[in-house]
């Protein structure tokens, strides 16, 4: 991080040195380019340029914030997507909002520094609430997790004409909402969890 400011600290300055060339050697006599003139555009042009790149550099995150969280939502109404799933075995593993949504994150694709940056939290936090989804879910890894969510939306695709997984009456999914709420889980034996081998696989 330190090293990217630095680096866009000197595109500024880079950049109103130029500007302070440039406007000195086309607007301005010899006699006008004095030291103090030329200090006082040089802090003017750098002042600007920081402004606009700051502008521009929020804009450009919110435009892919704003992607990633379409495509984090992306399928919530289809009983066969990953967030039904997952909503159904968060409310059966115990899981908090917090947690719930961090493994939605998770089978989505994101990674612990994307996931911290989305909901606003340390990656140090992400990996907490990952601790314990595993501990609660009974899986020992983040491939373990998305693997076990793709097995179940393949499952639910295929039983076509079947009751698919119904998530409880409370939404737990709501990217606006980043506050974790406390959540208590039993304990469930992993066996109990894992469901039975999938005879078949669909594309990941």
């Not at 919110?62 to 399928?75: E, I």
């Not at 089978?107 to 989804?133: D, H, P, W, Y």
Request: hydrophobic fraction near 45%; glycine fraction near 8%; proline fraction near 3%.
């Amino acid at each position: 991080m330190n090293k990217l400011w630095y680096t866009a600290a000197a595109v500024v300055l880079t950049v109103a040195a130029i500007k302070t060339v440039l406007v000195s050697q086309l607007f301005l006599t010899p006699e006008q380019r004095d030291l103090v003139t030329l200090s006082g555009l040089f802090a003017g042009f750098a002042v600007l340029t920081a402004c606009v790149a700051h502008i521009t550099f929020i804009r450009i995150k919110a435009h892919f914030d704003g992607q990633r969280r379409s495509r984090a939502t992306l399928g919530a109404d289809d009983p066969a997507s990953k967030e039904v799933i997952l909503q159904h075995y968060a409310a059966e593993w115990g899981l908090s909002q917090a947690e719930a949504e961090v493994a939605l994150f998770v089978v989505k694709g994101f990674s612990n520094g994307e996931i911290a940056e989305m909901r606003g939290c340390a990656v140090a936090t992400v990996k907490s609430q990952l601790g314990k989804i595993y501990q609660k879910s009974g899986l020992e890894t983040r491939y373990q997790l998305i693997g076990y969510v793709t097995d179940e939306v393949c499952a639910v695709a295929q039983e076509a004409g079947q009751a698919a997984p119904q998530p409880s009456a409370r939404p737990l999914f709501k990217l606006g909402e980043m506050k974790a709420l406390a959540g208590k889980s039993g304990s469930a034996a992993a066996a109990n969890l894992m469901p039975e081998q999938r005879a078949t696989a669909c594309d990941r």
